[in-house]
């Protein structure tokens, strides 16, 4: 068996001990464990689930998921919505819930009109293929974008639409002059395809949740007109933008063509976005939605979610600030200081932040987060397995959402603490 360096249990201190695994033989813990025996003391191994981990059914567990804002789940309130839902055939525009929530999000947005679609990924690939209107036009994207790293290329995949990339600065947006830079002016030669799209997310999720700044959108917008492309804004999160903005909807998007907003992060539905824009662009996406296999038929029942998300859900997303805020403050004032936290950063529900330990991996540091021992219940008076994922350059990722309380975050930090303390006593033994 091959055991990662790792931090250990062991009664009366902690020790990266993987020799006297070797050396002293192990005894199995159910199937979800060992022991290590030998010189005077013991060393418990866990892996997998803390449920299975021989701790006792009596001992007391809290999951705390931090991993993304999309596994929210629809409460009572929501649920009742979509049990008395009114519905027909959406493909024949004949569900009433449908139609209310595509109205009510293309007022909300300060839209024309809009259009209730499976998925955001399925949402920005159609406003892709609406405003590029021939195979081989181009798209300039930010190089951190979810359109360009976690949507498989579909633009290029499905709609025969290159990507140009810029890079994506720490606060999300774009250096102006780069994504001029970008733009084609060799059409109609035949050597070069056409840029036809700008598109922007906001918040920017690879880069911590970041706020795109109305100026940047502003200027944006007039460097697109003046050269006659289309902006696009995958506003996956846009409602946490306007949160923390302090604005509505339509002041953000005033300086875009079109948008894609989730229903299903913060917002709590179970399924969908809306893509909103002018009339025409959405009577193509219809077709394009078609071709796609997003026409649903009595989709009203998930519609409803979508209303009661866009009506009750949107003015709470501000506690998910402040809970991912107190949690980022309480790691910057951890003893002994393993994390590093960018505080000018933290501006919604996603917190990106780094390990002072060059020899933990945040992979290594999640697997620890997430399990639980019995040092860590007598310590904090419970076990906290705490999910969250390893993440760009070398970061660790947590999101806040509607599932995570006041107390599931002071949970967190306890644990954090916890973990601090623990790697620091197992790195002073192996010096």
């Not at 907003?261 to 077709?287: E, N, Y």
């Not at 029942?301 to 009750?312: N, P």
């Not at 806040?400 to 790697?423: E, I, N, Q, S």
Request: proline share 4%; charged share 20%; aromatic share 6%.
């Amino acid at each position: 068996m091959y055991i990662k360096r790792a931090l250990i249990e062991k009664k009366g201190s902690y020790i990266h001990y993987l020799l006297q695994f070797i050396k002293h033989g192990a005894k199995h813990v159910g199937n979800r464990g060992f022991t290590v025996a030998g010189m005077g003391h013991s060393v418990r191994f866990y892996y997998g689930k803390p449920a299975d981990h021989g701790l006792g059914a009596s001992t007391p567990v809290r999951t705390v998921d931090l991993r993304s804002d999309t596994i929210t789940k629809p409460g009572a309130a929501m649920r009742k919505a979509m049990a008395e839902a009114e519905v027909g055939d959406d493909v024949f525009g004949e569900d009433p819930s449908v139609n209310e929530l595509q109205k009510q999000a293309a007022e909300m947005f300060g839209m024309e009109a809009a259009l209730f679609v499976p998925s955001g990924t399925m949402s920005n690939l159609i406003a892709v293929m609406v405003h590029c209107k021939e195979r081989g036009d181009e798209m300039i994207v930010g190089d951190r974008s979810h359109m360009h790293v976690y949507e498989q290329g579909g633009s290029a995949q499905l709609a025969g639409v290159p990507s140009s990339m810029v890079a994506n600065l720490p606060d999300g947006t774009f250096d102006l002059a780069e994504v001029e830079a970008k733009i084609r002016h060799g059409y109609p030669d035949a050597h070069y395809p056409r840029s036809r799209l700008v598109c922007v997310e906001n918040t920017q999720n690879i880069q911590g949740g970041r706020v795109l700044p109305l100026s940047f959108l502003q200027e944006l917008r007039s460097l697109a007109d003046r050269y006659d492309l289309k902006v696009h804004m995958d506003g996956a999160r846009l409602m946490n933008a306007v949160v923390a903005l302090g604005v509505a909807p339509s002041v953000i998007l005033r300086h875009c063509h079109t948008v894609s907003v989730c229903l299903s992060k913060g917002l709590g539905a179970p399924v969908g976005t809306i893509l909103a824009g002018p009339g025409d662009f959405v009577q193509r996406a219809v077709r394009a939605r078609k071709a796609l296999g997003g026409g649903m038929r009595q989709a009203g029942i998930l519609a409803a979610a979508g209303r009661l998300a866009l009506t009750d859900m949107v003015g709470r997303l501000q506690e998910d600030h402040q809970r991912a805020r107190s949690f980022a403050e309480a790691l910057m004032q951890c003893d002994p200081p393993l994390y590093q936290v960018d505080m000018t950063a933290v501006e919604t529900n996603i917190l990106r932040f780094y390990l002072r330990a060059p020899s933990l991996s945040p992979a290594e540091f999640c697997e620890h987060a997430a399990s639980v021992c019995d040092d860590e219940v007598r310590v904090l008076g419970q076990g906290v397995r705490l999910l969250m994922f390893p993440h760009v350059g070398g970061s660790i990722r947590a999101v806040w959402h509607l599932g995570v309380t006041d107390d599931d975050t002071r949970a967190a930090v306890a644990k954090m603490g916890f973990l601090a303390r623990r790697y620091a006593r197992a790195a002073d033994r192996i010096q």
